[in-house]
């Protein structure tokens, strides 16, 4: 049922096809498209073996014009044969499982044609595709084509287990399809995916790389097929996968015993035995008189087991084997017969010439005895060393002895165990980054997502904080339930870039997914200004990874500035730029926070003048002292001299040293570092303890706002500015650059005094000052034409001048009048307006007032109107002043607004010389 409609009735009839069992429901409701038709659901059943994944069918798509609905319905119920995803290659198994896609899809795209254009693949390896919603792909299909103009094909699907080309040491995939080929109907469509190495820690995707009419290949690159970069010299095995190098020559040198009934196994490791009996062999058997060797060390071989974590060494070459009958029992040598001795087969006793011997010490007694096989094989030995870090160097313990010609012993040591440590320093691009600051010996860090709590420790396993969890892993997990689970170990631990991050991979963690894959734990390390903390980013279930991201300045590869210090003032050699730390320097800090695992407590007195507090006379002087609490320890971790500053960024670090010895290696010395943050809310502050690294250093935290104008300071002495302690320039540039100034002054009054020294340019100055000022002025006006009976000049036109105020001129009526104006105009004839040329720097409203237009007074020109309004105030004088007409009328010596226009009508061509030089003045 779909919404309220039948989709189909009850049926218990299945079809099988192409590893697909589907089941039809029919006959539901009308299909409204279509009166003829009814709904109709189609369920396929596809095989997915993991019943621990959800169990359950997906609506794919819906046919509207047929009413059909097509549901995917993944079981193990229907599965026939699982298919295997790995490849043996030589004695080592190449398994693909981690790249099986449990519940989304791979996709590619044809790189050849543009994106619009190409067609979408959808893959999953040895398992059929899961469902795609709005992707219609035929059921059971593992490689699936989208067409752009056309419904989804099957282009492949599982026909096996991966295989491998020997001789190119190449693993790849086949899928073969049961869709007949457009291009040719005699052929199938068929698809490749080829597997290459890329080593790294990300599993990667299938990209197109080849295609014919019917056939698709695709490349996909992936760790997962790297082989084991496993080399061994002078006792040593390097895997490079691990990056770590075994070293079992601490176990040369000494002569192991093992006994073996009433024999015993003389041993070394990578050298001969000791015994002259032995023969140079590095394995023997001494029995009585006699000894059989079981190997030399010149026929050493050694090897890394990764997933039992074990070390395999074979020595071959010995003695040859001993004598096996047909039915591959040992022969016993002597053997008696007919009371006499014999030390190999014989043919005494027999007619037919065969050699046999007995498989006791006396065949006389027991009668037992076979024909004798060909032998051609010598003896040799192999020792499995297996982690044990309370067992020391350990002994080995002889497991088994195959035929008299083979031996089997098992090696418990702590020689071959696993890192606890990895290494902390990695160089990119030509730059260092040192994240041993994160890794800490006193408790890991720790924070909470969804109610589970996550504990991680950097480059080694973690001390304190979560005692169940396991020691060589570096990130844990409790859960809301109590349980602890690893979510990574440290010896698994890969360092690469991307995106300008540094990514920390951590891998063999448990299963905790429900898919049978074990954890793997990637943190993301972006630069940060502070130590910061990791963060919970996103979890992906189906590859079971997950994923932290930590923003902190040990992941920057900024260059440190050295700087000094003085009495608690630093000083930058470079610069002279002075920085007092004020009174944090001269006082006494109490630091707390370090709880080890086995209950011990310890605080730190910090005075970076140097501790003048003399109730613990062994801290005296010393910048940093470690006590333990209810106890008699008293350490100097960090003395006053040989301290060394450094500045980066907005924080200063204050590195200690001092001469106490390390207590975990006597050959290193203890050192404390004090890193500075801003914060401009705690005052002076309290330093923190944070952590204890593995190279005895340790790190405190200290936010106070001592210097958090630090970086003020030091780019204004950049910009060579003198203010404060600081300064910027030394005296003799202060001196040269104020004599400078005091010349660039002196030539700068000479320049403009020779600019303004004649009366044209003065007032050509002044011309244009005002002009622009004038142009300041947004004023804007309104004519309406005036119908008047009063008499006047013939051919004359009144009209009324109205000054519109400007948007903002509300904000300026107190301070700036406005009043109407009236204008009369008349026919002009065009040499009026060539008479005499208008500045290009003259307004818009002086090109308006022209000679035959006369401009009445606001309020005469109203009064004529009949007086409807009167604004407060003449304003005609300032008016006139910014008007050719009033230029006009001053140059003409007309002072007042009741003045005719020019006498006698002279028009501007006749004006004489004088007029017009004053209209230019003007």
């Not at 009850?10 to 096809?17: E, G, N, P, R, V």
């Not at 990667?204 to 056939?215: A, E």
């Not at 696993?418 to 730059?431: F, I, L, R, S």
């Not at 008499?791 to 009324?800: F, S």
Request: glycine share 8%.
């Amino acid at each position: 049922c779909i919404g309220g409609v039948n989709a189909g009735n009850f049926s218990k009839q299945l079809s099988y096809l192409d590893q697909v069992v589907q089941l039809t429901y029919e006959s539901g409701d009308p299909c409204p498209s279509n009166s003829a038709l009814r709904h109709k659901s189609i369920f396929s059943f596809v095989c997915r073996s993991d019943s621990s994944l959800p169990n359950r069918p997906v609506l794919v798509s819906s046919d509207e014009e047929s009413c059909t609905h097509f549901f995917s319905w993944h079981t193990p119920l229907v599965c026939e044969q699982e298919v295997s995803c790995s490849v043996l290659n030589g004695s080592s198994s190449i398994d693909l499982t981690p790249l099986i896609h449990r519940t989304g899809y791979y996709s590619a795209t044809d790189e050849d044609l543009e994106k619009a254009k190409s067609p979408d693949f959808f893959i999953n390896i040895c398992q059929p595709l899961n469902p795609i919603p709005g992707v219609n792909c035929p059921p059971g299909a593992a490689v699936c084509m989208d067409p752009v103009d056309g419904p989804p094909i099957d282009i492949g699907r599982i026909t096996g287990p991966p295989q491998i080309n020997e001789a190119i040491n190449e693993v790849y995939i086949s899928f073969n399809s049961s869709t007949t080929c457009p291009s040719d109907p005699s052929k199938n469509y068929t698809s490749l995916i080829v597997f290459s190495c890329q080593r790294g820690t990300d599993m990667g995707t299938p990209q197109m790389i080849r295609k014919s009419s019917c056939s698709y290949v695709f490349e996909w690159a992936t760790p997962l097929v790297c082989p084991d970069s496993v080399s061994f010299s002078n006792c040593r095995l390097k895997d490079e996968q691990l990056q770590f190098t075994f070293d079992l020559s601490p176990l040369t040198g000494q002569s192991y015993q093992v006994p073996s009934g009433s024999n015993t196994f003389l041993i070394n490791v990578c050298a001969e035995v000791k015994d002259s009996k032995c023969k140079g062999s590095a394995v023997c058997l001494v029995s009585g008189d006699t000894v059989s060797s079981f190997g030399i060390p010149k026929m050493m071989s050694m090897d890394y087991n990764r997933q039992d974590q074990t070390i395999l060494m074979k020595y071959i070459s010995g003695d040859s084997c001993p004598s096996v009958t047909e039915k591959e029992e040992v022969c016993v040598f002597p053997f008696q017969f007919q009371k006499k001795p014999y030390m190999k087969c014989t043919t005494d006793g027999r007619v037919d010439n065969r050699d046999w011997c007995a498989t006791t010490d006396d065949y006389d007694r027991d009668g037992k005895w076979g024909f004798c096989a060909n032998v051609t094989e010598k003896k040799s030995s192999t020792f499995i060393f297996k982690c044990d870090r309370s067992a020391g160097r350990g002994s080995p313990q002889l497991l088994s002895v195959t035929q008299g010609c083979s031996t089997l012993f098992e090696w418990k040591t702590s020689v071959v165990c696993p890192p606890k440590k990895m290494e902390c320093k990695v160089v990119n691009n030509h730059m260092t980054y040192d994240l041993r600051t994160l890794s800490s010996l006193t408790s890991p860090w720790k924070f909470s997502h969804n109610g589970d709590s996550y504990y991680i420790n950097v480059c080694q396993g973690m001390y304190g904080g979560l005692t169940d969890c396991p020691e060589n892993a570096a990130v844990c997990r409790r859960t809301s339930k109590g349980s602890t689970q690893a979510l990574g170990l440290v010896y698994t631990q890969k360092i690469s870039f991307r995106d300008d991050k540094i990514h920390l991979n951590y891998s063999g963690g448990e299963a905790v997914c429900g898919n049978g894959l074990p954890a793997k734990t990637i943190v993301q390390l972006q630069c940060g200004n502070t130590m910061g903390h990791p963060k919970f980013q996103q979890i992906d279930e189906a590859n079971c990874e997950f994923w932290l991201h930590w923003e902190t300045r040990a992941a920057c590869a900024v260059v440190q500035q050295e700087v000094e210090m003085f009495d608690g003032t630093i000083k930058i050699p470079d610069t002279g730029v002075n920085f007092s730390l004020g009174a944090l320097y001269n006082r006494l800090y109490i630091a707390s926070g370090d709880i080890r695992a086995n209950g011990d407590k310890y605080i730190y007195n910090i005075q970076l003048s140097g501790i003048t507090n003399t109730s613990i006379p062994l801290c005296k002087g010393a910048k940093i002292c470690q006590v333990k609490v209810n106890g008699e320890h008293r350490r100097i971790i960090g003395s006053s001299s040989n301290a060394k500053y450094y500045i980066k960024e907005d924080s200063l670090d204050i590195l200690i040293p001092s001469d106490s010895k390390c207590g975990r290696d006597q050959s290193k010395k203890v050192s404390s570092t004090i890193l500075f943050h801003c914060s401009p809310s705690a005052g002076d502050g309290i330093p923190e303890f944070l952590l204890e690294t593995d190279g005895c250093q340790y790190l405190f935290l200290w936010h106070t706002k001592a210097i958090c104008n630090l970086t003020d300071l030091l780019d204004k002495s950049q910009g060579g500015e003198d203010e404060g302690e600081h300064t910027g320039l030394s005296g003799r540039s202060q001196a040269v650059g104020a004599v400078l100034s005091l010349l660039l002054v002196v030539l700068t009054a000479v320049l403009v005094i020779l600019l303004l020294y004649k009366r044209e340019r003065r007032e050509l100055v002044m011309q244009k000052v005002t002009g622009c000022c004038r142009r300041g002025a947004n004023v804007s006006y309104k004519y309406s034409k005036v119908n008047t009976e009063d008499e006047g000049v013939e051919d004359e036109t009144e009209w009324l001048m109205e000054e519109i105020a400007t948007p903002d001129s509300s904000s300026r009526s107190g301070k700036e009048c406005q009043e109407n104006g009236h204008v009369a105009t008349k026919p002009v004839k065009a040499e009026a307006f060539g008479a005499f040329p208008l500045d290009e720097q003259d307004s818009e409203d002086e090109v308006l007032s022209v000679p035959g237009v006369r401009v009445h007074s606001g309020r005469a020109a109203l009064q004529r109107l009949g007086g409807k309004a009167a604004p407060a105030g003449p304003c005609w004088a300032m008016r006139a002043t910014r008007t050719w007409w009033g230029c006009w009328r001053k140059a003409r010596g007309w002072t007042s607004p009741s003045a005719e226009r020019s006498p006698g009508g002279r028009e501007p061509g006749t004006w004489p010389p004088s007029t017009k030089t004053a209209m230019r003045t003007c």
